[in-house]
């Protein structure tokens, strides 16, 4: 028999192979390039005190989590009890960026249902973001003691991620 | 008569319909032109990474809008459209690039088609020519030729 009529097989199995990973990866998960990259600076105002800025630097010693979100994004109202639950554990601290939003409408939002964050700053005009990457809310960073950003999670932090991807690595970067 | 007007009504419409999206299209009055038309150009190369099947220079979402008038900016700040790209991609990732550079990672990207035309060819050809020998003319050897007698024989007897 000639070798050669197995070849389209071989060569079916190999694009069902293909086809089968890129079934379970999902297009809109765009590898971050600044994954292992210096966390972007910048110096926002506090969203309950804006007379007080809060800058990246402040945290420098610390691994902690930079969570983007927004009252108008419905996925980060999906991810907010949730963020109250890990925060109540006090594992890693989670910092917010208000992006493009109503400062009074955020205010309103973390008074009624509870504030899960250190501190929450405000992004305006979305500037902060664009340097971070952001193009999705809720997107967060989880951030070493040396500024580092080591991990990225697009759309909510679901129950699973936190288990499985974040408090490993920041039991392991508070080593 | 009546037919006509509908017909007329109908050309009528589509003229709307299309001198709508063309008053969308135009630029901002307030904006200066050259800037313009060079954003355009580049923001069609790039991914609108909200809807990815969307050029930025397309897209309606929130984040295309910040980033046009961010490019915008930076074009008036002076900068050449390559600086522009290398903050996108430092941002975003090579997928904001409808033409994804030459590098390792994207090697089987690039070359991938053209491995598989030269391999294919390879095997087309080795395979029609095995076959062209099968096919070929070759005279009957002696032991051939008396068996092919033979069965001539038995068939007619």
Known sequence: ?175 | MYKVMKRGVFLWAIVLVFSGTMIAKEAQPNEDPQIEQRMKALTEQLRCLVCQNETLADSRADLAEDLRREIREQMKAGKSDQEIIAFLTARYGDFVLYNPPVKRITYLLWFGPFILLIAGTAVLYRYLKQRRELISDQPLSADERKRAAEILRNEIG
């Not at chain 1, 199995?13 to 990973?21: N, P, S, T």
């Open chain 1, 1 to 175: 028999m000639n070798r050669f009529l197995l070849l389209p097989l071989v060569l079916f199995i190999g694009l069902v192979a293909f086809l089968l990973v890129g079934l379970h990866r999902d297009p809109h998960e765009v590898p971050s390039p600044l994954i292992n990259k210096p966390a972007p600076d910048f110096k926002l105002s506090q969203l309950k005190e804006p007379a007080r800025t809060f800058s990246p630097q402040e945290m420098r010693g610390k691994v902690w989590i930079l969570n983007f979100w927004g009252t108008w994004c419905v996925a980060c109202r999906e991810e907010h009890p949730l963020l109250l639950e890990f925060s109540k554990t006090g594992a890693v601290p989670i910092y917010g960026v208000d992006y493009k939003d109503d400062p009074a409408a955020a205010k309103q939002m973390l008074a009624e249902e509870g504030n899960p964050y250190a501190m929450t700053v405000s992004d305006p005009d979305g500037r902060t973001s664009i340097d971070y990457g952001v193009y999705g809310a809720p997107e967060s960073y989880l951030i070493d003691r040396n500024g580092v950003i080591r991990f990225k999670q697009i759309g909510p932090i679901t129950e699973e991620v936190w288990q499985k991807e974040i408090l490993p690595r920041a039991k392991q970067l508070n080593q």
